[in-house]
């Protein structure tokens, strides 16, 4: 999941993904469309280092590989088992190499940057580094995140309270 153009290295993100399909002819893999309506699935493209090749690159782990993006967790029993490792091991290595946004010591992932840009959370304190916390959602529902070594929270889970 690409971080939103207002969160921080958003724009950085956003370049990067035009690179890889503006006026580029693409496939797109998919079956099921979300909620609203939109396809979710795999864009795939041919690779920019070979013209002769075909439309074998995703897009998608091509940005978590790079840190220009974010491996949604929430979704991935929506993948193939051989996707979810394939973006797995891509966060973390580029975790490891604190590529694109894990240069930052604290980056916030979208779904979080979200909820807080449309006010649901209902404590101040929810999302602020340095601490283990819990952000009350409006609704009654409550997102537990632990901060870990890695500055980066772990969706404890999210519950009716």
Known sequence: MRPRRANHFGNTSGKRLGELVARK????????????GRIVGKVLVRPPDCPTCGKTLDVGLAQVTSGMAWWYRKYAHEQSPEDQGRYEFAEQEAKAKKAGLWRDVNPTPPWEFRAVQRGRYTNKRCGQRGSNIGCQLKGGRFALYTWGESSSPQEGGVTDG
Not at 25 to 36: I, L
């Open 25 to 36: 002819e693409v496939r797109v893999e998919f079956d099921k469309h979300d909620r609203y």
